[in-house]
Nanobody
Framework: QVQFVASGGGLVQPGGSLRLSCSTS????????VGWYLQAPGKQRDLVAL???????NYADSVKGRFTISRDNAKKTVALQMNNLKPEDTGVYFC??????????WGRGTEVTVSS
C-alpha cells in the first residue's frame, strides 16, 4: 500500500524555522493532492497546507504567510517550510494524500515542539 512518511521535526524556539519532508513508499503514482496536517496536543488533526499535482496550494489561515508547501512529483516528495514558528504550531505533523486522509488512512507523523 502507498504510505506517506513525515520527517524533519524537532525542538525549535519561537521565531525559528523547520523544514519537514514527506516521502512516499509502495506503489508508484502521483497523488492528485497532498496535505500537511497538524495534530496539536489535545486537539483534532487539522489540515494546514495542501498542494495539488499542478502546483496549486491552499493554507490554513493560521499558517498563511509563514508556511510554504512544495512538491517534487518525480521524487514523490512534499516539503513544508515552516518559518516564524509559534508555540501554537506545536504538535505532530502528518503528510497524506488527500483521498487517503478522507478515508482515514494515515502513515507516520513527525513531532514539532516550539518552545523556549
Amino acid at each position: 500500500q502507498v504510505q506517506f512518511v513525515a520527517s524533519g521535526g524537532g525542538l525549535v524556539q519561537p521565531g525559528g524555522s523547520l523544514r519537514l519532508s514527506c516521502s512516499t513508499s509502495g506503489f508508484i503514482f502521483n497523488p492528485y493532492a497532498v496535505g500537511w496536517y497538524l495534530q496539536a496536543p489535545g486537539k483534532q488533526r487539522d489540515l494546514v497546507a495542501l498542494i495539488y499535482s499542478g502546483g496549486q496550494t491552499n493554507y490554513a489561515d493560521s499558517v498563511k504567510g509563514r508556511f510554504t508547501i512544495s512538491r517534487d512529483n518525480a521524487k514523490k516528495t512534499v516539503a513544508l517550510q515552516m518559518n516564524n514558528l509559534k508555540p501554537e504550531d506545536t504538535g505532530v505533523y502528518f503528510c497524506n494524500g488527500l483521498q487517503l486522509a478522507k478515508e482515514g488512512s494515515w502513515g507516520r507523523g513527525t513531532e514539532v515542539t516550539v518552545s523556549s
